[in-house]
């Protein structure tokens, strides 16, 4: 069975401190680039808020809703005075305003494509369905713009261990990656939150501990 299924051997990052910095919607507004980020996007409803709380073990750093489509701005938090985790705005909410989508585009493709600090992208899937036209348009960008990026599947405490591999090869497939390029990720139960905070060590060259 594959690694991705398990821990990382590696050492995982550890958060020793974690604070809100600031909203924006433009360059302009966004924080100096002193330090390396760690972008996270998916869908508006795939679980993004929860799995980065899970990351840093702080239940409410970032607000989850029962609505998705909530978040409009991009969220910047420092992690350990060294690098920021940055929250972006939800993608393929139906309900979301035309409006809000149309703002959507041009502000993602400013930071993700200009940005000189980001050291790439965590991409969160759900586990439960194949990847979405959205998902797979966005995938697509990343590979042209050349921007790193790590798949997540989410929510994998609402399926049964025996599924996990299929939904890693679904994912892989569909995405043009190979299965251990995959993260299982549960926040409820916090599977799979090592294997992920050690690969972001590797992208930003940070120590571990």
Not at 32 to 44: L, N, Q, T, Y
Not at 142 to 168: M, Y
């Amino acid at each position: 069975m594959t690694a991705s299924l398990y821990e990382s051997v590696s050492a995982p990052l550890i958060i020793k401190s974690v604070r809100f910095v600031k909203s924006a919607v433009r360059p302009a507004h966004y924080p100096p680039i002193d330090w390396p980020e760690v972008a996270f996007a998916g869908r508006s409803n795939v679980g993004k808020s929860s799995l980065i709380n899970c990351l840093v073990q702080r239940k409410k750093l970032v607000r989850t809703s029962r609505t998705p489509g909530q978040t409009q701005t991009i969220n910047f938090f420092a992690i350990n005075e060294a690098f920021y985790f940055v929250d972006l705005p939800g993608y393929g909410f139906a309900r979301v305003p035309l409006a809000v989508k149309q703002q959507w585009g041009p502000m993602m493709r400013s930071y993700l494509a200009e940005r000189t600090s980001l050291a790439g992208v965590v991409h969160i899937l759900d586990i439960r369905h194949p990847p979405t036209a959205d998902d797979l348009n966005l995938w697509q960008w990343f590979r042209e713009q050349d921007i790193k990026a790590l798949a997540v599947l989410t929510k994998a405490d609402k399926v049964p261990r025996g599924g996990w591999q299929a939904a890693i090869e679904r994912a892989s497939r569909a995405l043009g990656i190979i299965s251990d390029d995959i993260v299982v990720f549960s926040s409820a139960e916090g599977h799979g939150r090592q294997a992920l905070l050690a690969k972001l060590a590797a992208w930003m060259e940070v120590p571990a501990s």
